[in-house]
C-alpha cells in the first residue's frame, strides 16, 4: 500500500498568514499517460464530512476560493492556504488514488493563534 | 444538485451485521463508481472499497476481504454497504463517495455514525 505521511500534525496560524501542510508519498502517484498526479486535498471541518478542495495536486474544484493551492508531483507535494480566514479551521487531508487501496495521510489540524 | 443521502444511525452488538444504504440523486447513478470510507471516532479516514453501480463490481481494502459486501439497487439509485462480525472497533462513521473518474471523490454522503457495542 502507497503510504502518505503528513506534516505537521497540527499548526496554529495567525489571521491573514499562511499555512502549509506537507504530504509525502511511499510511491509516485504520477499517471504516466496523462501527466497528472493523483493526489487530492480534502477539508473536513468539526462535524461535516471531507470536502475536495484539490485534485490533480493543483487544480481547484469548482467554488474552492483561490487562496487554497496546491503544489507538488511525484511523492511530495504541499497545501498552500494563503491568507487564513476563520472559516479555514479544519483538519487537511491529503489522499492518493492512483492505486487501490485509496490512502489517506493522518490529517493536519489548522488552528487560529 | 449532486447528492447522495445516507441512512440514519445505527446501534448493533458485537458479532451482528451492519447495513448502511447510500442515496445518489442530480447525476447518472450508473456512471459514477462509488466509494466509502469510514472514520473512527477522533481518527483519519479510512478507505474500504468501492462499487461500479453499473456492473455491480467491486473492490476491498484487504482488511475488510470476507466481512464486506456492497451492493446496488439500480432503480432507486441506491448503494448499499454492508459489514458483517462487527467489532468494537468497527464504530465510526461511514460516509459513501461518489468517484469522478481520475479526481478523486469529489461529493460525499453525510455520514452514518455506527456504534458496536454490547
Known amino acids: 500500500d502507497i503510504v502518505m505521511t503528513q506534516s505537521p500534525d497540527s499548526l496554529a496560524v495567525s489571521l491573514g498568514e499562511r499555512a502549509t501542510i506537507n504530504c509525502k508519498s511511499s510511491q509516485s502517484v504520477l499517471y504516466s499517460s496523462n501527466n497528472k498526479n493523483y493526489l487530492a486535498w480534502y477539508q473536513q471541518k468539526s462535524g461535516q464530512p471531507p470536502k475536495q478542495l484539490i485534485y490533480w495536486a493543483s487544480t481547484r474544484q469548482s467554488g474552492v476560493p483561490d487562496r487554497f493551492s496546491g503544489s507538488g508531483s511525484e511523492t511530495d507535494f504541499t497545501l498552500t492556504i494563503n491568507s487564513l480566514q476563520a472559516e479555514d479551521v479544519a483538519v487537511y487531508y491529503c489522499q492518493q488514488y492512483y492505486v487501490v487501496p485509496w490512502t489517506f495521510g493522518r490529517g493536519t489540524r489548522v488552528e487560529i493563534k | 444538485q449532486v447528492q447522495l443521502v445516507q441512512s440514519g444511525g445505527e446501534v448493533a452488538k458485537p458479532g451482528a451485521s451492519v447495513k448502511v444504504s447510500c442515496k445518489a440523486s442530480?447525476?447518472?447513478?450508473?456512471?459514477?463508481?462509488i466509494h466509502w470510507v469510514r472514520q473512527a471516532p477522533g481518527q483519519g479516514l479510512e478507505w474500504m472499497g468501492w462499487i461500479s453501480p453499473n456492473s455491480g463490481g467491486t473492490k476491498f481494502a484487504q482488511k475488510f476481504q470476507g466481512r464486506l459486501t456492497m451492493t446496488r439497487d439500480t432503480s432507486i439509485s441506491t448503494v448499499y454497504m454492508d459489514l458483517t462480525m462487527l467489532r468494537s472497533d468497527d464504530t465510526a462513521v461511514y460516509y459513501c463517495?461518489?468517484?469522478?473518474?481520475?479526481?478523486?471523490?469529489?461529493?460525499w454522503g453525510q455520514g452514518t455514525l455506527v456504534t458496536v457495542s454490547s
Open positions: 463517495a461518489r468517484d469522478f473518474p481520475g479526481r478523486g471523490s469529489d461529493y
Open positions: 442530480g447525476f447518472t447513478f450508473t456512471s459514477y463508481y
